[in-house]
T-cell receptor, first 111, second 114 residues
Framework: DVKVTQSSRYLVKRTGEKVFLECVQD?????MFWYRQDPGLGLRLIYF???????EKGDIPEGYSVSREKKERFSLILESASTNQTSMYLC??????????FGSGTRLTVV | GDSVTQMEGPVTLSEEACLTI???????????LFWYVQYPGEGLQLLLK?????DKGSNKGFEATYRKETTSFHLEKGSVQVSDSAVYFC?????????????FGSGTQLTVLP
């Protein structure tokens, strides 16, 4: 089975800190995604990448950036964390024409 | 753009009750449709899918039929169990876009009481 691993289940960071959320997949998938999940809003796409060094903005990219230097790793970066970025972050990967596989999520609290 | 609207929760049922969670979509063309489930403390898992009109997806006693005429993909189960307590998300993928990203509904929290 494809495995998508997010490095942290829970994180607490201070306002203004630079935060890195890491995601690694082990099945050579081209496509990778970062979503945030908030109650009543479902999942909203932040950024996605369809190949190494390629990235595209999703629906809510403001305040975030991403990095994809290797095919298996897709990092989400909060340049200067703010309290409104407190959320559950979900990473996913996908091979074209196949389904998505999600990681277990990182619950980030910004204080 | 594409959108998915699903029944708001939370939904609370007794064990062995019938479940229906409504989902409708708007999309250009004919999207593929999905139901994902998120158990407490976990990521999303694919529950079932349908890729064309009149397809029925099924898994673990859950079913959903792709209805083009009503643009719907309602999730149903005839007899729920306590272990079905989770958040359920309806989602679609359209035909356009280089990575064909999923569009999600807002999620429906289901609690099944013994």
């Amino acid at each position: 089975d494809v495995k998508v691993t997010q490095s942290s289940r829970y994180l607490v960071k201070r306002t203004g800190e630079k935060v890195f959320l890491e995601c690694v997949q082990d099945m050579d998938h081209e496509n990778m995604f970062w979503y945030r999940q908030d109650p009543g809003l479902g999942l909203r796409l932040i950024y996605f990448s369809y190949d190494v060094k390629m990235k595209e903005k999703g629906d809510i990219p403001e305040g975030y950036s991403v990095s994809r230097e290797k095919k298996e790793r897709f990092s989400l970066i909060l340049e200067s964390a703010s309290t409104n970025q407190t959320s559950m972050y979900l990473c996913a990967s996908r091979r074209p024409n196949y389904g998505y596989t999600f990681g277990s999520g990182t619950r980030l609290t910004v204080v | 753009g594409d959108s998915v609207t699903q029944m708001e929760g939370p939904v609370t049922l007794s064990e062995e009750a019938c479940l229906t969670i409504n989902c409708t979509y708007t999309a250009t063309g004919y999207p593929s449709l999905f139901w994902y489930v998120q158990y407490p403390g976990e990521g999303l898992q694919l529950l079932l899918k349908a890729t064309k009109a009149d397809d029925k997806g099924s898994n673990k006693g859950f079913e959903a039929t792709y209805r083009k005429e009503t643009t719907s993909f309602h999730l149903e189960k005839g007899s729920v169990q306590v272990s079905d307590s989770a958040v359920y998300f309806c989602a679609s993928i359209g035909a356009s876009g280089s990575a064909r990203q999923l569009t999600f509904g807002s999620g429906t929290q289901l609690t099944v009481l013994p």
